[in-house]
C-alpha cells in the first residue's frame, strides 16, 4: 500500500517534471558543446594565423616557394599536393570499394565468407595509420620503384602516386562500409517487383537499388574524401617531402597535413609559425567546402 | 532566437567551468615541482645522455630531474614561458627568441654532436672522401652523378660506380639540419645566398624523410643516395659515412674523438657559437655544441634561492662528472677549452645579482 503511495506522488511530483526538463536541457547543452568547440577551432586558427596573414597577404595561397629561412612562404605546391593526392586515392579506391559494397549487400550479405569479408574490411580501417606508412615504405615504394624503371622514369619510389596508393587503401572501408548497409536498406517489395518483372540481377542493381542508394554511396565517398584530405603519417613517410610543386603524378609532393606534422615543433620564429597555422586553416576551410558541395550533391540527388 | 540565446549562453557556462577545472588540474601539475625535483625540456638528441646523467644524479643526491623530451624549439618556448628550470638546445637562441625573452640567457655547452654524411653505393667497401665543395654541390643538385671527375679525382683507388645521386634530407625541423646547413653555408657562399641556414629550409634537390630514420631508410632503400644523419644515429645502426676535409686540409673520419676535437679551439665567452667548419687540425668539421638555457638572473617567478643553487649544481655536475656517460652513449664530451668556457658561464649567473657558485 505504501508503495503504491510512494509511486503515484513521486509521478505526480513537480521533481519529475523538473528531472525531465533537466535532462532534455542537459542533451542540448552536451551538444552545442560541439558547436562552440568547432567554432573554438576556427577562432584560435584564424587568430593564430593573423601574422602570417599580415605579413604575406593572399600571396600565400598561389607562391610558390616555402623559404623557412627567408620568411618566404606559398602554400600552392602544398595544397595542390593534398588535393592531387586525395583525389587520386578516391579515383583508385572507388571501384574496391563499391564492388565490396554491392557484393556484400546484394550479392552476399549472410554466411561465413560474407562475414570474413565484411571483417576484414572494417579492419583496414582500425590499423593505425603509421602502420600504413611503414608497409607502404617497405613494401610498396619497391614495387612502385621498378614500375618505375619499367616506365623509364626518375626512380625514387616515393613520391604522389604511391602516397595515393596507401590513402586509396585506407580510405576503401569508409566508403565500402555505408554503402552496404545503404544497399541492405533498400524495400525488397522494390527488388521484388522488378524480379516478378522479369528483370536479372543485374537489371535490379542497376535500376533499382542504384537509383535508390545513390545519395548514401555518394556520402560514403565523401566520408572516405575527408579522411584523405587530413591523413598524414602515411603520407609523410611514402611522398617525398619536397616543397617543390610536383610535375607529374609520379614525382614527390608534400600535403597541408604532412608539412605541419613535419615543421611544426621546431618552428622557430613567429611569422614560420603562424604560416604553418594558416596551413591548417586552409586545410580546414578546404575540408568545410568539400563538405558542403557534397551536402548539396546529396540533396539535389534526393529530391529528384 | 531568444531560446537560442539562452541555449548559447548556458553552453557557453558549461564551457567556461570546464575550462576553470582544466586549468585547475594544469595548476596542480606544475605545484608538483616541488623542492626536490628540477625541471626541465627540450632537445631530443640529448635525451638518452640526460636519462643516465639525471638516473645518477638522483642516486647520489636525491634530488629527481624531470626532463621532458620535446624538441628544442619547445624546450626555448617553455623557457619563455618560464615553466621550467632549464631548456635544452641544438642552437643558441635566435635574434627573435632572444627579444622575446628579453633578458639574458646564459647558453651552457653540455656534449657535442655531429653531422655525418652517409651514402648507398652498392659494390663498395672503402669510405668515400669528400671535400666542402663538393658536398655543397651534391646538396645544391650541381653534381648528379657518382662518377663526376671532381669525385673520382679525391677518391684515388677506390671503385665509384656511375649512379645517379639521390639527395636525401630531413622533412621535419631540426637541429641536424641546422648544424648541416650552418656548415654548408659556411664552406660555400653559393649555398648561403641560395638556400642559408636553419633548422628547415628551402631544399634545392632531394627528397625529405621524417626523422633520422626517415633519411636513413631512403638511402638504405635507394642505390646512390646521399644523406646526412646524426654521428649517434650512424654509428647505432652501423651506416656507411664519409670522411669530410677539414678546413686544415685533412681529411678526418668522423668519430667521438674527432668531434669532441672540432670543439677544442678558443671559443667566445658566451659560447654562443657553431663550431662547424673548425680550426683544429684533426677536428670534423660538422660538429656542433648542444646546450643547456638557464636565465643569467635566477631571481624571477618568485623562485627561492634554495631553488636556484639547486639548479647551478646541477648544471655544473652534467658539464662535470655527467660527462663520464657520454663517450659511453657515443655522445662527444666536451673538449678542455669548451669546458673552461662552461665554468666560467656558469660562475656568472646571479641571484638578486649576486654570484650564486
Known sequence: MDEIKRISKRKNSNGQIRAESLFKRSLVIIGAAMVILVLGILLTLIIESVPSIRSLGLKYLWGTTWDPVNNIYGAAPFLLGTVLTSFLALIISIPFSFAIAVYLGEYNPKGWLSNFLKNTVELIAAVPSVIYGFWGLLVLVPLVRSLEMKLGILPYGIGIFTASLILAVMIIPYAASLGREMIRLVPSPLKE??????????EVLTNVILPYTKS?????ILLSLGRALGETMAVTMVIGNTSLIPTSIFAPGNTMASVIANEFTEADHAVYLSALIELGLVLFLVTVVINMIGKRIIKRFTNE | MKKFLEIFKQSLTAFALVMTAITGIQTKVEA???????????????????????????QKTGIQVNYQSIGSGGGILQLTN??????????????????????PVLHIPQASGAVVITYNLPGNNNL???TPDIIADIFLGNIKIWNDPRIIAINKGVDIPAFPILVAHRSDGSGTTNIFTNYLSKVSSDWKTKVGSGGAVNWPAGLGGKGSEGVSGLVKQTPGAIGYVELIYALQNKLDYAKIKNKKGNFIIPSIASVTAAGN??????????????????GYPISGFTWALIYKEQNYNGRSQDRATKLMKLMWWNIHEGQQFAEPLNYSPLSKEALKVAEKILKSATYNGKPIL
Open chain 2, 82 to 103: 618560464k615553466t621550467i628550470d632549464f631548456g635544452a638546445s641544438d642552437g643558441p637562441l635566435n635574434d627573435e627568441q632572444s627579444t622575446k625573452i628579453g633578458v
Open chain 2, 32 to 58: 608538483q615541482a616541488d623542492d626536490k625535483t628540477i625541471l626541465g625540456a627540450g632537445s631530443s638528441f640529448i635525451n638518452p645522455l640526460y636519462s643516465k646523467i639525471f638516473a645518477d644524479y638522483n
Open chain 2, 128 to 130: 668515400i672522401s669528400l
Open chain 2, 265 to 282: 679551439v678558443k671559443l667566445p665567452d658566451d659560447s654562443k657559437i657553431f663550431i662547424t667548419d673548425t680550426d683544429a687540425p684533426d
Open chain 1, 193 to 202: 517487383a522488378a524480379y516478378s518483372l522479369g528483370a536479372t540481377r543485374y
Open chain 1, 216 to 220: 548514401g554511396l555518394f556520402a560514403g
